[in-house]
Antibody
């Protein structure tokens, strides 16, 4: 059974960089046609797609966050990571990692496996 | 890229049906048949209930159904049960490899 687990600091200071890692177990991140994504949810609010990455390193980012986001992949560790720079209180959220089947796979363009999420608070 | 529009709340009594709407534009919901619906219980990760507008993953009860007309997608929950009380989010492909979520709807089973 595929499992995803987020890890990283739960507290980040304003203006600094948020860094999270998602470790995939029970399957390989190097699987054709699966992207891997980050989604966040401010407390009490809705979901926001941050971006997605393929094992080759190909990335797609939410245009509203693109200038501050970097997603990378480490296939040797079966992990992918998120970096969000210049954070403010508005970046306080639960951050989820998830698998995203791409065109040609089901459920297409739908996050089908999710991590449990990790709360990141931006505060001095 | 703007969030898709969902009503903040919906409700129904056990056994009844309730429909939740998700309105976008011709650049997302109306332009592609890649609308998904997620159910999220408090403190849990979202779970996919519907993908490609109307398809159900295995294990999802057939009480859940999806449809689309123009720029608006809909999720219908028939035969409401207590465990259906949750937040529901729609999402859509928005072209250029972008994805967009709706603001979420809190479904209350009265």
């Amino acid at each position: 059974q595929l499992q995803l687990q987020e890890s990283g600091p739960g507290l980040v200071k304003p203006s600094e960089t948020l860094s999270l890692t998602c470790t995939v177990s029970g399957g390989s991140i190097r699987t054709n046609s699966y992207y891997w994504g980050w989604i966040r949810q401010p407390p009490g609010k809705g979901l926001e797609w941050i971006g997605s990455i393929y094992y080759s390193g190909s990335t797609y980012y939410n245009p509203s966050l693109k200038s501050r986001v970097t997603i990378s992949v480490d296939t040797s560790k079966n992990q992918f990571s998120l970096r969000l720079s210049s954070v403010t209180a508005a970046d306080t959220a639960i951050y989820f990692c998830a698998r995203l089947p791409w065109f040609g796979l089901l459920p297409t363009l739908t996050f089908d496996y999710w991590g449990q999420g990790t709360l990141v608070t931006v505060s001095s | 890229q703007s969030a898709l529009t969902q009503p903040p709340s919906a409700s129904g009594s056990p056994g009844q049906s309730v429909t939740i709407s998700c309105t976008g534009t011709s650049s997302d919901v109306g332009g592609y048949n890649y609308v998904s619906w997620y159910q999220q219980h408090p403190g849990k990760a979202p779970k996919v209930m519907i993908y490609e507008v109307s398809k159900r993953p295995s294990g999802v009860p057939d009480r859940f159904s999806g449809s689309k007309s123009g720029n608006t997608a809909s999720l219908t929950v028939s035969g409401l049960q207590a465990e259906d009380e949750a937040d529901y989010y729609c999402s859509s492909y928005a072209g250029s490899n972008d994805l967009v979520f709706g603001g979420g709807t809190k479904l209350t089973v009265l």
